[in-house]
């Protein structure tokens, strides 16, 4: 393998892994609020909050392979 900057075969390859975190959270719940008006009246309304901040967390994971050349320092 040939560096495309300078030419040069001492290249060396490492595996590197990439780690994504996304979360996602809840908010305000207007059905729980509504369910709760009706059987509670005004005070029935905090039902909604019921369950807020709660969420669900997705990690993926990714490798990818860098080569870098051991001449100029360039990653590809």
Do not use: R, Y
């Amino acid at each position: 393998m040939k560096c495309p900057n300078c030419g040069s075969e001492n290249v060396t390859s490492q595996a590197v892994t990439e780690t994504i975190t996304e979360s996602k959270t809840k908010g305000f719940g207007c059905i729980k609020s509504c369910i709760g008006f009706l059987l509670f009246s005004i005070p029935g309304i905090l039902c909604g909050l019921c369950g807020m901040g709660k969420g669900k967390t997705k990690t993926t994971s990714k490798t990818k392979v860098i080569h870098i050349c051991q001449n100029c320092g360039k990653q590809w």
